[in-house]
């Protein structure tokens, strides 16, 4: 897939692959992991969005990628209010912005910072939590 950046550019076929893998393939997991939920104790769905899916940071570009994660964060929220009489806490988190081939050599955080982060959040998930937007420290990320 290529990295489009705004609407004179789009690819369809891209943003349809982007919707995919970003959108359906975490839902289509979650249904399929859903008998193994059950039976677990404190039972956990951690959804890897993104800030740039978040309606209230809304900016101009990457509209594939965007819209994706914007979708991954309203099917998992419809998910959390589903599953939520089942005792399995679903939660979206955005990993921060990381120096990868996506965040470029300026994001502020490394790798093991991010991962880090991400580890000690998922531990302390709870039903309470369910249906969060959370950023990689916690907080709690803007719709």
């Known amino acids: 897939m290529r990295r489009e950046h705004g609407v ?5 076929a891209d943003w349809a692959t982007t919707l995919s893998i970003n ?8 249904v399929a992991l859903k008998p193994n939920l059950m039976r677990a104790g404190n039972a956990r769905v951690i959804a890897v ?8 940071r809304a900016a101009a570009g990457n509209i594939a990628y965007r819209s994706s994660k914007a979708a ?4 998992m929220r419809a998910l959390a ?3 939520r009489s089942d005792g399995i806490a679903v939660v979206m988190v955005h990993p ?5 081939d996506m965040g470029g050599e300026d994001a502020p955080l490394a790798v093991s910072d991010s991962t880090a982060g991400l ?3 998922v531990e302390r998930v ?18």
């Open 96 to 100: 921060g912005w990381v120096r990868t």
């Open 23 to 30: 959108r359906l393939a975490p839902v289509r997991l979650a």
């Open 49 to 56: 969005s993104s800030q740039m899916g978040s309606l209230a």
């Open 119 to 121: 580890a000690r959040l």
């Open 8 to 12: 004179d550019d789009l690819d369809y």
């Open 81 to 83: 209010d589903e599953w």
């Open 126 to 143: 709870t039903m309470a939590d369910t249906g969060r937007f959370l950023d990689h420290d916690g907080s709690t990320m803007p719709w």
């Open 72 to 75: 991954l964060n309203m099917a």
